[in-house]
């Protein structure tokens, strides 16, 4: 058994009831957030551009968009949780170092704060996957389906 096995082995042997709810807030979250980059594309456009990323704007604020939604969506059912959250995890970093890192993290109108503890987040959902209250642990139990 690799490293990799191993990690996602103790992450579902060891995975808190009380991480399940919290899993949900953060797919609805990431959701949510999709939705409101769809409804302002070009505001993701013009903050890309600002935090100085030599690659087409409009292609990484579609692929934010739809990560997000449908990563969000994923999380939130605890459908292919650890997938979903390696997906996220790139974008939450260009918004943690490249994004808010020019804003001042504490201030109003800065998400600093929001970026990190929801990367940190999907760093956990990463090792711990998606818990006993998933689609994924229904689809493992229920193999008739």
Do not use: C
């Amino acid at each position: 058994m690799n490293a990799i096995e191993r990690t996602m082995y103790w992450g579902e042997t060891h995975h808190p009831a009380w991480l399940d709810p919290v899993r949900v807030v953060l797919g609805l979250i990431l959701f949510i957030k999709g939705i409101f980059f769809i409804r302002n594309l070009e505001a993701i456009e013009q903050m890309v551009m600002s935090a100085n990323f030599e690659f087409y704007p409009f292609i990484i604020a579609h692929y934010v968009a739809f990560a997000h939604l449908i990563g969000g969506l994923l999380i939130a059912g605890g459908l292919l949780t650890r997938v979903a959250a390696l997906f996220q995890i790139p974008i939450l970093i260009g918004a943690v170092f490249f994004v808010n890192a020019s804003r001042n993290y504490y201030s109003m109108e800065s998400e600093g704060l929001l970026a990190i503890v929801v990367l940190i987040l999907l760093i956990v959902f990463l090792v711990v996957g998606s818990g006993k209250y998933s689609l994924d642990h229904y689809m493992k139990t229920h193999k008739d389906y």
